[in-house]
C-alpha cells in the first residue's frame, strides 16, 4: 500500500498521524554547566539530536551569544532546515547589555531567551529550595548555605545533571514559576512538552 494510501487509511480510521518534532536550536554562553544539563535533558528524555541541536558557542557576552544564534538560524534557514525555535541561554553574570539583550531576543520572532541571574547555577538550586533570594554573583551564590548543602564542593564546569537532579526537574521549575531570576523553567517545560506529543 503506498504511503499515500496508508495516510488516507489511518485517517479514515481514526489513527492519529504523529506529527514531527520541532527544531529546536538551544545556543549556551561559555561555561559547560549548561550545555551538560541540557544535553543530559535532551537524553533523559529521549528527543532526537536530530531536531534539538545544544551549541555551546563560547560567546563571553549575551548580546554576542544573540547574534552568533542569529547566524547560526540563518544559515540552516539557507540549507532548507529551519528552526521553529531558537533559544539563547545566558547568565546575567554583571553583563551590562543584559537586559538590552533580553528585550532584543523577545522582539525577534522564533527567539527566546532562557536567563539567570546572576548564573545558571541558581536554576540548579531551585531544584532543591523554593527561594527568590537576589544573588550578585556566583561566588556569593557559591557561599550560600542552602546551595552548599546540596552541592557541596561545587565547581563550575562540572556534570551535575544526575538522578538526583532529574528526579527534582518538577520541583525546580515550580519553584521558578513565581521567580523573576530565572526563566529556565520554560526551555525546560517546552522540551518536556516536545516529547509528551
Not at 494510501?5 to 506529527?19: A, D
Not at 541541536?53 to 547560526?72: C, G, M, N, V
Not at 534557514?77 to 553583563?95: A, L, M, Q, R, S
Request: hydrophobic share 25%; charged share 30%.
Amino acid at each position: 500500500m503506498g504511503r499515500r494510501n496508508l495516510k488516507e487509511k489511518n485517517h479514515r480510521q481514526g489513527i492519529g498521524i504523529r506529527q514531527p518534532y520541532d527544531r529546536v536550536l538551544v545556543v549556551c554562553e561559555g561555561s559547560k554547566t549548561e550545555i551538560n544539563y541540557f544535553n543530559s535533558l535532551v537524553d533523559s528524555l529521549k528527543l532526537s539530536t536530530v531536531n534539538i541541536q545544544i551549541l555551546d558557542i563560547k560567546q563571553t557576552t549575551p548580546d554576542s551569544l544573540f547574534r552568533k544564534a542569529k547566524e547560526l538560524s540563518q544559515y540552516a534557514k539557507k540549507e532548507g532546515n529551519f528552526y521553529n525555535k531558537v533559544y539563547c541561554v545566558f547568565d546575567k553574570d554583571g553583563h551590562t547589555k543584559y537586559s538590552e539583550t533580553k528585550d532584543n531576543i523577545g522582539q525577534t520572532k522564533g527567539f527566546y531567551a532562557a536567563y539567570s541571574e546572576p548564573c545558571f547555577e541558581y536554576w540548579l538550586l531551585l531544584h532543591y529550595e523554593d527561594t527568590t533570594k537576589p544573588f550578585i554573583c556566583f561566588d556569593e551564590l557559591r557561599k550560600d548555605k542552602k546551595f552548599r548543602k546540596h552541592f557541596p564542593g561545587y565547581q563550575k564546569n562540572q556534570d551535575i545533571f544526575t538522578e538526583r537532579l532529574q528526579d527534582k526537574i518538577e520541583t525546580a521549575c515550580q519553584n521558578a514559576k513565581n521567580n523573576p531570576h530565572t526563566n529556565i523553567n520554560e526551555l525546560v517545560e517546552y522540551l518536556q512538552n516536545i516529547k509528551n506529543r
